[in-house]
């Protein structure tokens, strides 16, 4: 169970749940105040310890930085807490703590993961957070929630969160296992968003083979099974895509494929080379129009000459008909998706780099093409 403790809720808390919160907290603390277990005023020193925390708690109704704790109880017990301070207009990540006889059990992610939903409500997009330089764990586990380290203050590494895109991660992981069958679900139904995803698949593949390609670069993999049939053929293949659990999927599917975990502008800083052919298919979408231009300008340095970008999706010539699609589907239309709009991105500075052509395949889907120009610097 998920508890979201504002300020008037810690006015009313219990002694019961003061104590187990504590608790949850109480891990070597003693160690942290440089207080030896043979001390012979340990127990005073505990005592005091306990106090300082309780008296903490109690004073955050009426600390003006104080936004929220966030709990989550197993068993009618506080197994895990942290807390959301705002600290020069950010929104701090502090206190993250699982209880120590349940460590390793995904308690602190089940946590986070509740809290995402819980700061979108509040139209909160990003949450910060302080790591120690040496706190190797610390830095694994913010990696694995998806932070992005962005610099270093005296002792402490920085780091960000994107809250959407955490959100999309959780989704992602938990649709992993049953992706498949919605695709296959929704191709049969001839509906949004999968009508023509088989046509659409075998346009990506037409492309690509038609040249001596051999390099592909899988922007969201997903579970591998779109560009599985090139990867049988021998072509080289490297996915990125959010979600950890799709990746793993798509290694069973691909074994010898390599593959990035990760947002798509943190997965291309860590590309070492160039691709004959980049692939989108449903993926682009997850990002604003203005974050899809900045990635696919950025992608162009990792195109070989006469490379290309190809972009298979739900998507419509101009932002009327896009609307009109909308206007369709509306029972199942995802608002938080910006499906691709030819449009926009040719009265954007993408056509300094790319000649682009697109191929409608049937009222949801189209194929775009993006062939890297000579001659132009990225």
Known sequence: MFEVWNKKTIERLSNVKKQQWFDVLNYRLEEDRDISLDDSELITKQKEIKDDYIKYLES????????????????????????INMINDRYILEGLQTHKDYFHKGYAMKLINHM?????????????????????VSHAFHHKLGFI???????????????????????????????????????????????GYSELKYRIFELITQYQKTSILDMGVGDGKMIMPLYQLGYTITGIDLSLNMIELAKSNMPNASFIH?????????LNQCYDAIVFSYAIHHLTYHDQIDLLLSLNQYLHEEGMIIIGDVSTKTQHEMELLREKYIDIWDDEEYYPIESIYQQSELIKHYVISYVKINDVAAIFQFTKKLGIES
Not at 160 to 181: C, E, K, M, P
Not at 262 to 270: C, Q, R
Request: proline share 2%.
């Open 262 to 270: 990760g947002e798509f502008h943190e997965a291309i800083s860590l």
């Open 149 to 195: 380290q962005y610099g270093k203050e005296n002792q402490n590494y920085l780091f960000q969160l994107d809250v959407n895109t955490s959100i999309r991660r959780q989704l992602f992981d938990t649709w992993a296992s049953g992706y498949h069958h919605s695709v296959i679900s929704s191709k049969k139904l001839g509906t949004y968003p999968f009508a």
């Open 60 to 83: 955050c109704p009426y600390q003006d930085n104080f936004f929220k704790y966030y709990v989550f109880i197993e068993d009618d017990i506080i197994v895990s807490v942290c807390r």
């Open 116 to 136: 995402m939903y819980d700061l979108k409500k509040e139209g909160i997009t990003t949450i910060y957070s302080e790591v120690r330089t040496w706190n190797n």
